[in-house]
């Protein structure tokens, strides 16, 4: 009876634990527009973005790198939330020509996150960005993304509502 009460206890105090291990992880969703600005000291330039949803604020982004054709890359990426936080990641970018059109491309990119201050300290996750690029015969453009994921670490908690 004693090892039978025993074992209830332990196997709850492990749920609770798996139950305290989930709080620390936010799925997080929204939307992101981003103009293409000049920055002198970015050679592939940079975005600089409105944030809604989740990570309600501005955010950030210059490649890191390219292809030849220009159409995939990597990234280094910045949340700043309207509360201060800040949530940083390296990306993984692929744009699709638009059939018809030589300035929209679809974007897809799988964002890695790396950190972050305040709430986002020692954040870990992934985060997928879909939408829409349009460039200008200028070097400028937009996008037009949504976003969805998961950032998990030690001062995380999910959004309640």
């Not at 940079?46 to 890359?73: E, K, Q, Y």
């Not at 300290?121 to 453009?141: H, K, P, Q, W, Y």
């Amino acid at each position: 009876m004693k090892s039978a009460l025993l074992t209830g206890v332990l196997g709850l105090a492990v749920l609770g634990t798996a139950i305290d291990a989930r709080a620390d992880c936010q799925r997080v969703r929204g939307s992101d527009v981003e103009t293409v600005i000049p920055s002198p000291n970015d050679p592939f330039g940079r975005v600089l973005g409105i944030v809604d949803g989740v990570l309600d604020g501005a955010s950030t982004a210059f490649p890191t790198s390219l292809s030849a054709d220009g159409l995939n890359g990597t990234s280094s990426d910045v949340f700043v939330t309207k509360r201060g936080d800040i949530l940083t990641a390296t990306g993984a970018v692929t744009l699709t020509p638009i059939p018809g059109s030589s300035s929209e491309f679809t974007e897809n990119a799988t964002l890695t996150i790396t950190g972050g201050s305040g709430r986002y300290n020692g954040a870990s996750g992934t985060i997928t960005l879909e939408g829409r690029a349009v460039f200008d015969s200028a070097g400028g453009g937009t996008f037009d993304v949504i976003y969805h994921g998961s950032v998990c670490g030690p001062n995380v908690e999910q959004e309640r509502h």
